[in-house]
């Protein structure tokens, strides 16, 4: 069984769309993340969730949404897409600091 | 040898030796670090963790050593094999929300 899931794994979009990736982990963990990975392998924060609470990176456009139906899911929803937004994607999951696992990603392509 | 975890910077070894990477971490108020390994097309794994009251730990092959006084994180892996080619990441923790901020990555290559 997967630990932290992401659908898709890839995706193709035109500039001005709007999107989302969806996520899900079976791991029990109180707390789901968004991380965007660029060109470079830089691996940047975007949002954390933590039981019903957001906390979200002051750098991260209001494009970006992250929605939270229960505690096992972490979605996440852009819209109005830029040829910057492209990159990899990849959603977490811990409990509390302990037990970071990561999804493998989605690669988001904007043309 | 060695390499500093910015701009993705590449060690190259021989198989059988150890290596050693090394990062250089943001904030004196982190109080736990993690090190990861990604390889092609997968998300980061796991690899081994240190609690800010620790200098060193100790896993399998592989040894974390904390120096808080000049903020540095280095990974040690004895014996590399061609299976530890990947971009390993350092990653410190003392933002709210558990999130972590990671370093830049070094790509490890293992010649055989």
């Known amino acids: 069984d997967t630990a932290v899931s992401q659908t898709p794994k890839y995706l193709v979009t035109q500039m001005g769309n709007d999107k989302s990736i969806k996520c899900e982990q079976n791991l029990g963990h109180d707390t789901m993340y968004w991380y965007k990975q660029d060109s470079k392998k830089f691996l940047k924060i975007m949002f954390s969730y933590n039981n019903k609470e957001l906390i979200i990176n002051e750098t991260v456009p209001n494009r970006f949404s992250p929605k939270s139906p229960d505690k096992a899911h972490l979605n996440l929803h852009i819209n109005s897409l830029e040829l910057g937004d492209s990159a990899v994607y990849f959603c977490?999951?811990?409990?509390?600091?302990?037990?970071?696992?990561f999804g493998s990603g989605t690669r988001l392509t904007v043309v | 040898g060695e390499s500093v975890g910015l701009h993705l910077p590449t060690l190259s070894v021989q198989e059988g030796d150890n290596s050693i990477i090394n990062c250089a971490y943001s904030?004196?108020?982190?109080?736990?670090f993690i090190w990861y390994k990604q390889e092609s097309g997968k998300g980061p794994q796991f690899i081994i963790d240190?609690?800010?009251?620790?200098d060193k730990r100790q896993g399998q092959r592989v040894t974390v050593l904390l120096n808080k006084t000049v903020k540095h994180l280095s990974l040690q892996i004895a014996a590399t094999q061609p299976g530890d080619s990947a971009v390993y990441f350092c990653a410190e923790n003392f933002r709210a929300g558990n999130m972590l901020t990671f370093g830049g990555g070094t790509r490890l290559m293992v010649k055989p």
């Open positions: 240190i609690r800010s009251n620790m």
């Open positions: 977490a999951s811990s409990r509390d600091t302990y037990g970071y696992t």
């Open positions: 904030n004196s108020a982190s109080d736990y």
